[in-house]
């Protein structure tokens, strides 16, 4: 019976999002020279990596099982495995659309953050934010292309998600989950709004990311619950879990529905920025996104979507983009030992320096 009601609960959650009536490979590079096999499946990673067959596919290796011989009765062998599952085409970010905060503060006095909803502006934000996302995808030009979201649970942005989904068909969405961890920042429960702003006054002296609003949140502490959805969303990917039984579809798109600053959070766990470069961003405009697309190598990448211009106007530096143009190339796995930061943080380098002598930094 628990069974049962736990399946139903599960069924009216999806349809309460994705009504019945509602709208709603790459092939890899070859093997690099760099990646050198040796005995028994097993690559080194002396040099930068990538575990790659001949035919373009990434395979298991025999990693952390050398020292446990034992281990190799009880499974099948590195040839018999079958390469991971594909990573998904897009990761896409997508903050709410106008809520009744972001057009009158003081109703955060009133109405409790996770209760705040959409404006009649920001349904509409969210319906054509979907249609976008829809004509994106359509230019691929490939027929098995499916979505699946994840969500604050929020009210601005669960309304935010009811709204993308009109613009799919049911066989289009692969699915949906609702993640805390995506949340807003928190503020401090029911906000006054003249201490709210002498507080933020105060953020901007004290600095951004390490502000901690009295009873709420720093972006900081946002960073470390992003980090372990970030480690979630890996293994979901790694795993395969927005494929259905059998399936190896290279064109699943994920979407994230959050907020503004914890969107830029996310965008900064995963690529590594500094918190000097994470006080540089602008926020996302309501009902706006943000497209982390795979690039050539397999790795995601801003600059796959996005202009130049885009992203300086996002807030990147010359230094992020130069990263981004290396994600857009570079395989899973590797390295980046050309951080283009390194003299950012070592400043005793000299003209004479030879490219061979530099210290080896990773941007993984």
């Known amino acids: 019976m628990a069974m049962t009601q736990l399946c139903l609960s599960a069924s009216l959650c999806y349809n309460s999002c994705f009504p019945k009536n509602s709208n709603l490979s790459l092939t890899l590079p070859s093997a690099s020279p760099k990646c050198k096999p040796i005995e028994n499946g097993v690559f080194s990673f002396n040099t930068i990596q990538c575990s790659v067959s001949q035919n373009g596919t990434i395979e298991y290796s025999d990693n952390g099982l050398a020292s446990f011989p034992e281990k190799h009765l009880h499974r099948k062998s590195a040839t018999s495995l079958k390469s991971p599952p594909p990573r998904p085409r897009r990761i896409i970010l997508v903050r709410h659309g106008q809520s009744e905060g972001n057009v009158d503060e003081s109703a955060y006095t009133r109405i409790s953050d996770p209760k705040i909803g ?28 499916k979505v699946y979201f994840y969500v604050s649970p929020y009210r601005r942005t669960v309304q935010t998600l009811k709204g993308l989904g009109r613009a799919f068909e049911r066989s289009r969405i692969a699915g949906m989950r609702e993640e805390p961890r995506l949340r807003e920042q928190d503020f401090g429960n029911f906000q006054d709004r003249e201490k709210m702003r002498v507080e933020k006054a105060i953020r901007m002296r004290y600095g951004r990311f390490f502000y901690r609003f009295p009873n709420g949140e720093s972006a900081a502490d946002v960073y470390d619950r992003i980090t372990g959805f970030r480690e979630t969303l890996r293994a979901d990917i790694d795993i395969g879990r927005f494929q259905p039984p059998g399936e190896r579809n290279p ?47 397999g790795r995601y990448s801003l600059f796959v979507h996005h202009t130049e211009e885009e992203l300086r106007q996002f807030g990147l530096t010359d230094e992020m983009l130069v990263d981004q143009e290396w994600q857009k190339y570079a395989k899973p796995g590797e390295l980046n030992y050309d951080c283009p930061m390194l003299n950012s943080f070592f400043t005793h380098f000299g003209d004479d320096d030879d490219d061979g002598d530099r210290a080896a930094v990773s941007t993984l």
């Open 118 to 145: 959409l404006t009649e502006k920001g349904l509409a934000d969210a319906e054509q934010c979907g249609r976008r996302i829809r004509e994106m995808i359509e230019r691929d030009k490939v027929h098995n292309w």
């Open 251 to 297: 064109n699943i798109n994920l979407v994230l529905v959050s907020h503004g600053l914890t969107l830029r959070v996310f965008l900064m766990r995963w690529y590594k920025w500094t918190v000097e470069q994470f006080e540089r961003l602008n926020n996302f405009g309501n009902g706006s996104m943000v497209v982390m697309e795979r690039g050539y190598g």
